[in-house]
């Protein structure tokens, strides 16, 4: 906990030396729900939405907050690991007693914080301007495919850390993992909309089944095949990201490149 704590209160005052930063990221939560709300209007009713209580602000909404939660949760750990190296700090904490696993959480806990805090004040804002939109919740279902979420997104964003401490390169696989969301996994359509074919085979990419699961959560409903299977998908994202991430600090070791150069 101490380390957790030392880590926020750095990233918290290197944050706040920039005031207009927090008013900045409040405006946007408040504009991006209203408009959210008023172009929901364009789509309520529509036959597509129908197995979702029909309600496309509701519908968008989670899906806003779950692929923002992911894009966060990916980019937290491989923004910490690039800042450690660049800024010279990255030997000395791998080196440090500190176990490797507590100095990965801590060091991509703030973005992560910060973000629940903004999920929260999001949700809060659009329960203000639509009262029905949480009405048939499943808090449960709803809680534990969120964490899931963060999960999985913490876990790739570990495995592209693995590539930038390895090979000092980034990735394309956060932005390729959201426009594929985007696409089609259902955060932000009803699979239904695609293409016949494309509708079958989105089906078998493990973030639709999280979707589902959502989906099913704000209907009231725990689905649990959906949510095993992408929580099984999850549990191997984050093993073999931890797999690689020892490979490639045993790569990095043995090169003498853990600084950025």
Known sequence: MKTLGAFVRRDFLEQNRYGPFWIGRLGSLFLQVFSTFF??????GNPA?????????AYALVGTLTLQLL?????????AVYYAQTQGTLEPLLTSPTPIGAILVAASSFGILTELVGMVLFAGVAWVVDPGVFAQVHWGALGFLL???????????????????????TTPLGSLVTALCSLG??????????????ATVVQFFPFTQGMVGLRSAM?????L???LVFAGFTLGVLLSAWWGFQKSLGLAYRDGTLTYQ
């Open 225 to 227: 095949g959906a949510s």
């Open 71 to 79: 894009v966060v949760t990916m980019a937290a750990l491989p923004g």
């Open 147 to 169: 964490a899931v979420h963060g999960l999985c997104g913490w876990g790739l964003g570990l495995g592209m850390a693995s590539l930038a401490l390895a090979y000092k390169v």
């Open 49 to 57: 939405l129908t197995p979702y209580g029909g309600n496309y602000f």
């Open 185 to 198: 996994a259902g955060y932000f359509y009803p699979v239904a909309l695609l293409p016949a074919p494309l």
């Open 39 to 44: 172009t929901a209007q364009l789509f309520n």
């Open 219 to 223: 209907q009231g409903q725990f689905n």
